[in-house]
Each structure stands twice: as structure tokens, then as C-alpha cells.
């Protein structure tokens, strides 16, 4: 082996070697800095910074491969067309995730909750996971698309069709919501808002997913 090559082998083990690092510390609920990170893969501060810029670099790649790919994760509830059905799953599958990696979770918060910049390269697991339990919502007769943004926000767009046949149905879907206990919105007169806070419980998601199937249920001619 030449020496080029073997200085490239040993620059690699040194990036798993930190990469590993970040992961084992998360997998015992450690706090996750740079010094920690750097103790722990016994290499200097100085070398972890060389290999990554910055903490947010090197929790992203740390969390490649980790974390499953929704349709995976959602396998035992593959066969159902039921979101709240698939809501309460995918909020166990979140929620268990999110607990069992809670220090790399907190880390990325911290690192990014003031730097919008920083905040936009998260790596963003509840929007997928949300996605595709919301999937059968989309099929919805009522319904066009279900689309999630930033943090929990996400929006089910009436189809046009609907909202041009009836132009008071936004409002009433919203009224039917409401009046089984989840507060929404209507977004420029086409989507209904969801937007529930970090907080929130999977009980609680799987009652907005259910109340939401409910009040589009209920405007069904």
C-alpha cells in the first residue's frame, strides 16, 4: 500500500471513528459537543473541527442510516387505508425514535434554534413520517393533497372541484372540526392548517388525524 493510500485509510477511520462517536453518546443519552465527541473518539477538538465545521455537520452525518425509511418503519401498517390508523402509528414510531435519540436531538435544537439558516439543513424525520401516514388522506374524496412544513405544520387542500361546487364547504369542514375538539383553520379559503405544538402526544395526533377524517366524512353529499 502506498503511503498516499494509507493516509486516505486513516483519514476515513478517523471520520467513522468521530461519526461512531456521536452515535454511541446518543445511544447512552450523553450531552453531545464537540469536546465530548472528540473525548470520546480519542482525538483532539482540533482534529473533530477539521474533519467537521461545525456540531450541525457532524450530527447530520452521524444520523444517516439511523433513523428508518417511513415506508419501512409504517410496514405493520402498510395494508391500512385508515389514517388515524397510521398517524398513531407513525407518532409511536416518532416519539420512541426522538426518546431513544433525545441528546442528538437536542443538540441539533440548540445548535440551530436561532440560526434559520442552520434550522433549513435539519434533517426533518416527522415530515416524511407524517407524509406517508397522512397518505390515504389524500385520497380523499374532499380532498386533493396533504402537504407538511416547518416544525409540525402541515395542510390538507380541499380539491377544486369540491370547493368550487360549494363554496361555503372550507368553512363547514373547519365548523365540523371544531366542534369534535380540533382547532383548524382555513388557509386562503383552500387548505385546512394543521399546526399542533411540539408538545403534542400521539393520542393527540391520532385524534386530530381522526376528527379531521370525521369532518371531511361529514360533508360527503
Do not use: C
Not at 425514535?97 to 442552520?118: F, H, K, T, Y
Amino acid at each position: 500500500m502506498s503511503q498516499s493510500a494509507g493516509r486516505v485509510n486513516q483519514k476515513a477511520r478517523t471520520r467513522a471513528a468521530i461519526v461512531r462517536a456521536v452515535q454511541d453518546l446518543a445511544r447512552d443519552g450523553a450531552e453531545i459537543t464537540m469536546p465530548s465527541v472528540a473525548r470520546a473518539a480519542l482525538v483532539s477538538e482540533a482534529t473533530a473541527y477539521r474533519y467537521f465545521p461545525d456540531l450541525v455537520s457532524l450530527l447530520l452525518e452521524s444520523d444517516v442510516g439511523v433513523w428508518p425509511d417511513p415506508a419501512e418503519a409504517l410496514a405493520p401498517v402498510a395494508g391500512s387505508d385508515d389514517p388515524v390508523e397510521r398517524v398513531g402509528y407513525a407518532a409511536e414510531v416518532l416519539f420512541t425514535g426522538i426518546l431513544a435519540r433525545q441528546s442528538a436531538v437536542r443538540a441539533m435544537i440548540a445548535a440551530s434554534v436561532n440560526r434559520p439558516e442552520v434550522a433549513a439543513r435539519r434533517p426533518g424525520h416527522r415530515f416524511a413520517f407524517i407524509e406517508y401516514a397522512l397518505a390515504p388522506l389524500a385520497e380523499h374524496e374532499l380532498v386533493s393533497s396533504v402537504r407538511t412544513g416547518a416544525g409540525l405544520l402541515a395542510a390538507v387542500e380541499i380539491a377544486p372541484a369540491a370547493r368550487e361546487a360549494d363554496a361555503g364547504l372550507g368553512a363547514r369542514i373547519v365548523t365540523a372540526a371544531r366542534e369534535r375538539g380540533v382547532i383548524t383553520r382555513l388557509l386562503r379559503g383552500v387548505a385546512l392548517q394543521i399546526s399542533p405544538p411540539f408538545v403534542i402526544s400521539a393520542d393527540e395526533l391520532h385524534q386530530i388525524a381522526e376528527v379531521l377524517a370525521a369532518a371531511l366524512d361529514s360533508q360527503l353529499r
